[in-house]
């Protein structure tokens, strides 16, 4: 079965500090790992992605994630929050072989304070 | 940049009666997908449809629901026989063969009295 871990249903930081918003997963096989933003009342914009190749993935809008396989973790990350990047951020698996649906985890909200 | 579109964004029905929500998904894409998500819970997965037919299909994804892809553009999920658990927000999604990710549309938000 694959699921996703998201264990901070909220995260709190200071506009200028670096975050991060967590994420750990379970899959059979290798995953394939996604970050998406969701703003209020709008869809779920793709942020970036792991497939295969160097674990640090570089996304939209200066975010990065790193893919830890022994952990099974891949944390979302920026160096410098922004009051615009106050939003529900969900992490998402699935495996490389098989189905090919999204496992969402349950979302991060994340407020940058000014 | 093209874009995952879907209609109607709000949609408020009685228990019992049928909805057909629309999407159109992006023009070179090949996999579509419904997702929902209730409100303050995680998107789910409902259903995955390639080749003109259902890839794979959740739990969820029982006897009151279908989708069709009636015409090149469009792909659309009706409820039969809508329930008050339905309501949720309803996003289409789609991806080439290639690429992986699966880009969302905004969603129809479904209100069921």
């Known amino acids: 079965a694959q699921s996703v871990a998201q264990p901070e249903d909220q995260v709190n930081v200071a506009e200028g500090n670096p975050l991060t918003v967590k994420c750990t997963y379970s899959v059979s096989g290798n995953p394939y790992l996604f970050w998406y933003v969701q703003y209020p009342n709008r869809g779920l914009q793709f942020l970036l992605k792991y497939i295969t190749g160097d674990n640090l993935v570089k996304g939209s809008y200066g975010f990065e994630a790193e893919f830890n396989k022994s952990q099974t973790s891949f944390h979302l990350k920026k160096p410098t929050a922004l009051v615009s990047d106050s939003a529900l951020y969900f992490c998402a698996v699935r495996a490389k072989t098989g189905a090919n649906n999204l496992f969402f985890g349950t979302g991060t909200r994340l407020t940058v304070i000014p | 940049e093209p874009e995952v579109t879907q209609t109607p964004s709000h949609q408020v029905t009685q228990m019992g009666q049928e909805v057909i929500l629309r999407c159109v998904p992006i023009?070179?894409?090949?996999?579509f997908y419904w997702y929902r998500q209730i409100l303050g819970q995680k998107v789910e997965f409902l259903v995955s449809?390639?080749?003109?037919?259902?890839?794979?299909k959740s739990e969820i994804f029982d006897d009151q629901f279908s989708v069709e892809r009636p015409d090149g553009s469009n792909f659309t999920l009706k409820i039969r026989s809508t329930k008050l658990e339905d309501s949720a927000m309803y996003f289409c999604?789609?991806?080439?063969?290639?690429?992986?990710?699966?880009?969302f549309g905004p969603g129809t938000r479904l209100l069921v009295l």
């Open positions: 023009s070179n894409h090949l996999y």
């Open positions: 449809f390639y080749n003109n037919e259902i890839s794979e």
């Open positions: 999604a789609s991806r080439t063969r290639v690429e992986e990710t699966q880009y």
